[in-house]
């Protein structure tokens, strides 16, 4: 079953401006995790969040995770053209290992 | 960093044959292995989760004898799909993990087209 849930399905900004993705899961979780994946290719794992922090950063992503609401958001600062991509959400099922994927946010930056 | 290697890239065959996959860890040991299938501006669905040396676990759905994996070696799992059919057209993802199992490392994947 889908774990998590992103949205929007689809978004569409310009350089330089903010791109905003939530996902939303239903059951407990250690941890979440974001994944971007170009048109046609494999899956690069962008950060990881667990249960017990409410946001993390690296360069110019912000994840934010709200346990209690059960859910997260992806924010891109400063897009680039070259941040084209799906973004998905992942959390592992049961036990540690296997993650379940959301259906993801296709993001088009354009020039 | 971890680096998943997958070939073929993209395979077209006709219908009726097998087609193998393959998916290697390239500077880690992968202790475990996972298969996803990925239709367009789909999702990616789990297929199965493969340890070392020991049966894979197939997903709800999923035809064990139909999708045989393999994983022999610490670096190497292979997928293979016996008797393709049209249906069986997809994007074909590995990935592995190993030490933590926190984070998995996606291979390239492998675009079956079956005519």
């Known amino acids: 079953s889908q774990q998590g849930e992103e949205d929007p399905q689809a978004l569409s900004i310009q350089e330089g401006e903010n791109a905003t993705m939530n996902c939303s899961y239903k059951?407990?979780?250690?941890?979440l995790q974001w994944y971007r994946q170009n048109s046609g290719r494999g899956l690069v794992h962008l950060i990881l969040i667990r249960s017990n922090e409410r946001e993390k950063h690296s360069g110019r992503l912000r994840v934010t995770l709200d346990t209690s609401k059960k859910s997260s958001s992806l924010l891109i600062t400063a897009s680039r053209a070259a941040d084209t991509a799906s973004y998905f959400c992942a959390t592992p099922a049961s036990g540690y290992s296997t993650l379940t994927f959301g259906k993801g946010t296709m993001l088009l930056v354009s020039p | 960093g971890a680096v998943v290697s997958q070939h073929p890239s993209r395979v077209i065959c006709k219908s009726g044959t097998s087609v193998k996959i393959e998916c290697r860890s390239l500077?880690?040991?992968?202790?475990?292995m996972f298969w996803y299938r990925q239709f367009p501006k789909q999702s990616l669905m789990l297929m199965a989760t493969s340890n070392e040396g020991s049966k894979a676990t197939y997903e709800q759905g999923v035809e064990k004898d139909k999708f045989l994996i393999n994983h022999a070696s610490l670096t190497l799992s292979t997928l293979t799909v016996t008797s393709a059919h049209p249906e069986d057209s997809s994007f074909y993802i590995c990935?592995?993990?190993?030490?933590?199992?926190?984070?998995?490392?996606f291979g390239p994947g492998t675009r079956l087209t079956v005519l």
């Open positions: 500077d880690f040991q992968a202790t475990t």
């Open positions: 990935s592995a993990s190993g030490g933590t199992t926190d984070t998995q490392y």
């Open positions: 059951t407990s979780i250690n941890n």
